[in-house]
Each structure stands twice: as C-alpha cells, then as structure tokens.
C-alpha cells in the first residue's frame, strides 16, 4: 500500500515536472480562457458548416446517432502501434474497453492513460475515439485504455460513474497482467468523460492503495446545469449548443440530483489531495469558463495545473484531425504526458 507520505512526494515531484513544462507552440494557445478577437479559425467553421448541414442528433433516438453519424475529418491511420480488445467485469456486467500500446520493447511495465470519452453521457463508443487515442498513444509511447462506459438513457445517473469506479479498480488491480506500472496511471476524458474522470479522483483522493498520479481534462464538464458567461454566450451555431446541452442531461440526469457532486463538481466540499492536472479548453466552448473554473479551484487548494485554451477553437475540436489546432492538441496531450510520466 501507498503510504500518504510517498503519495504527497509523487505527487509534489509531478508538480514541479509540469510547472517546467513547455507550452504549445500554437499562437493561439493561451493559459487563459478566452476566445480569439480574429473569431473560430476559418477550417473549423469548414467543419461546423458541415456538422449542421445535417439534421441535428437530438432530432433521433440516441442509437441511431451511435451507429449511422459519421466523422469524415477524423486523424489520420497510422500502424505504429498495436490494439487489443478487452472485457472488463463489473458488478452485474462487463464493459468493452481496448488496450493500445506502443510497439517499443514491453519487457518492462509501461505507464498508461485510462480515458473517458465525450458524447454528453449519451453518444461516443470505442470506435468513435479510435483514431484520436491512437494518435495519443503513438506520440505519448505509453499504454492507452479506453473504455466503453454504459451510456443514457439505457444507463441513467449514476451509471456511468459506478462505470468509471470499477473499471479503474480494475484495471489497477490487474496491472500486473496488464504489465502496466502501477504507479505511473494517469486517468482522463474529454466533455462528460473528462467529468468522469475528476469524479473518479474525488471519489478516491484519501486512498492509499491506489489513486492515478494525473488527470488529463480535455474541455471538462464540471458545472453540472448551473451556468457560467461561456455557457451563455456561446449557445448557438456550435457544435455544443444549449438544446444540444439539454437533450444530454435530461436524458442522463434527473432534476433532484443535478446538484450531486458527481456531476456538479463545483458542488464538492475539498479540493485537497487530487492529483495535478492538464486542462484543455476551447476558446468558443460553452464549457471554456468552466474549466479555467475548475483549474482556479484546483490551484487555491495547492494542486499543480497546467491550463491551455485553444482560443479559436469549438468544444469538441480534437477529434477533428483534419483541423491543424486537433493535431496539436494532441501533440501537446502527449508531451505533458511523456513529461509526467518521465518517458523517453
């Protein structure tokens, strides 16, 4: 078992790891969250034009959604790394969840990244992140798994994060089989995965036989249904809109529980004892505001942040890899990866 001591010493020297780290090298990345005074970047309107050139998603039954949309800017293939499909037990089922590694020499155990995917609690799988963690795997040279939650309106509140719960118990449990490092696990998402993924280091902050050593927040959704001055003033024409927004959460949440601190994190009452996080957020992203909110938190409570807003960019940019600002965010997802988790 991990004493607190030796928690507090990891988790300090990752602090100053991330402080030292470089920043993008994209004009338009700032630590702050704003928008861009020049507006979205002239390709991303390219694929916000396209996006709403078709009927939007709430207009179907979410399955529909899930097996028939299609992302025609996705990244690109590549061939330098290997995947393996694996089903993880649960209480009373099993989720899917695939393994990607990079093809370097395994004899020794690798760190790893257990992600969450977007899709408002409601759309996302394995297969539609396919190529975007393929791309973080390749360039981080570390160990990705992702992992296939169950999804509303088949699975309500708080489905997900008894999902989330167990399946990285056991995937920490099993690190050995895994070969996997048991002290070098980060954990992570994007939108409502990246809430899953703080949720998971709420929960578990005062373990001491396990917790993850990093979060990795892209756009995290951490307000639950309150509002923020993002949220309202970036309502329409995006790919987040406030309908959109609402179709989500009235399908994975019930109105009496929106104020539990497993969707509002702003709702939890300590902040102390969570592990240093990366954020990212897009500069015309209703949830922008929330994550610099978060980030603030995370920062008064003594935690380590790094915080990047792609100020030309829409909530969900990054699994658009024909947009220039989605390569770098992953490149950028890598190298503080590789620079916390001390990777060559």
């Known amino acids: 078992m991990l004493s607190k001591e030796v928690l507090k010493k990891g988790n300090d020297a990752l602090g ?76 009373d089922h099993e989720l899917a969840a695939r393994v990607y ?25 394995i297969d539609s992140y396919d190529k975007m963690l393929s791309q973080l795997c390749f360039q981080s040279n570390m160990v990705v798994i992702s992992v296939d939650y169950r999804l509303a309106p088949e699975t309500v509140f708080p489905g997900a994060v008894e999902d989330t719960q167990q399946a990285t118990d056991w995937i920490a449990k099993n690190a050995t089989a895994l070969n996997l490092d048991p002290n ?33 927040l892209i756009y995290p959704s951490i307000l639950g249904n309150d509002t923020s001055p993002s949220r309202q003033e970036f309502t329409e024409n995006l790919l987040l809109t406030k309908t959109l927004l609402k179709w989500f959460h009235d399908l994975y949440i019930s109105t009496e529980q929106e104020k539990d601190p497993r969707f509002n994190l702003l709702q939890a009452s300590d902040f102390r004892s969570v ?24 920062k008064q409570n003594g935690i380590t942040v790094k915080h990047s807003c792609y100020t030309d960019m829409f909530h969900g940019f990054i699994n658009f890899g024909a947009l220039q600002q989605a390569k770098d965010a992953v490149t950028e997802c890598a190298f503080v990866l590789k620079t916390v988790m001390n990777i060559k």
Do not use: W
């Open 16 to 91: 100053e790891i991330l402080r030292a780290s470089q920043s993008c090298a994209n004009e338009n990345v700032l630590d702050e969250a704003v928008a861009a005074k020049a507006g979205l970047d002239d390709d991303a309107k390219k694929v916000l034009n396209y996006i709403h050139s078709l009927p939007p998603v709430y207009n179907f039954e979410p399955e529909y959604t899930r097996r028939y949309r299609e992302n025609p800017f996705e990244h690109d293939d590549l061939k330098g790394i290997t995947k393996q499909d694996i089903s993880i037990p649960c209480d």
């Open 101 to 125: 590694r990079p093809n370097i020499d395994h004899e020794t155990a690798e760190p790893a990244l257990i992600y969450f995917h977007g899709g408002g609690f409601v759309l996302g799988s």
């Open 184 to 216: 070098r696990i980060a954990i992570g998402g994007d939108s409502a995965g990246a809430n899953l993924a703080t949720v998971y280091c709420h929960l578990n902050k005062d373990r001491q036989d396990f917790k993850p050593i990093f979060q990795l």
């Open 275 to 298: 592990p240093p996080a990366f954020i990212l957020t897009g500069g015309f992203d209703p949830l922008r505001d929330e994550g610099q909110m978060y980030a603030d938190k995370l």
